[in-house]
């Protein structure tokens, strides 16, 4: 039975950070009716500069916190340089500017960081909650709990700040181009906040898939 639970609890936390990352995928396609093939990969490079921010002798946190601005950033660039370029094109086009977008950051990872298996250097790697017979790694609990306090706040923020109704104009327009541009909403626009979100939130959750 404990070895149940802490598999469990394991399984949880794994479901809990593939929960975040099909957030960002549906962020994305609800904006752009576009599914984003290099969402994986993204997450990816927000784990490596993670690691590469803690091996500056930075604190953990704040690693974690310039790894989200930075994959925020690159997620701003990437809309700004390349798929706004693709507005209006084939939905395949825009797929396949994905899949090649993540190769190149595959590649980028692999020339920087090697093949070989990194520690990101949590401060809690090692650490252990105790219950009686049950022991469960801290590291578990706080993706938990982390990508719990992530979902609450996005739902918050799309269903009660004032931003969050901008969510419609990011359906309207995504649904139709020349809908959007008749109804005077900026479609270009409407597609830009959610990439920017889509990119810190690789970086939110990178630490934990690490």
């Known amino acids: 039975m404990t070895d149940f639970l802490q598999l469990a609890i394991q399984g949880i936390a794994l479901g809990a950070v593939y929960a975040l990352i099909a957030l960002g995928f549906v962020i994305v396609y609800k904006a752009t009716q576009v599914i984003n093939f290099a969402q994986g990969e993204l997450v990816l490079l927000g784990a490596y500069l993670v690691y590469a921010f803690n091996q500056t002798a930075l604190p953990f946190a704040v690693s974690v916190a310039l790894a989200v601005v930075v994959m925020a950033g690159v997620g701003w660039v990437i809309e700004r340089t390349i798929l706004r370029r693709m507005v209006g094109k084939p939905?395949?086009?825009?797929?396949?500017?994905?899949?090649?977008?993540?190769?190149?950051?595959r590649q980028i990872v692999s020339a920087v960081w090697g093949f070989d298996d990194l520690l990101l250097g949590e401060p809690w790697a090692a650490a252990r909650v105790q219950v009686g017979a049950l022991g469960v790694n801290v590291t578990s609990l706080v993706t938990i709990?982390?990508?719990?306090?992530?979902?609450?706040?996005?739902?918050?923020?799309?269903?009660?700040?004032?931003a969050g109704p901008a969510r419609s104009l990011s359906r309207s327009s995504s649904s139709s181009a020349s809908r959007a541009r008749a109804s005077g909403c900026a479609r270009r626009r409407s597609i830009r906040r959610?990439?920017?979100?889509?990119?810190?939130r690789c970086g939110a959750c990178s630490r934990r898939r690490g």
Request: no cysteine; net charge positive.
């Open 145 to 162: 709990a982390t990508a719990g306090a992530l979902l609450v706040a996005f739902f918050v923020f799309f269903r009660f700040t004032r």
């Open 91 to 105: 939905v395949f086009a825009v797929v396949m500017i994905t899949i090649g977008l993540a190769i190149v950051i």
């Open 194 to 200: 959610p990439r920017s979100r889509w990119g810190s």
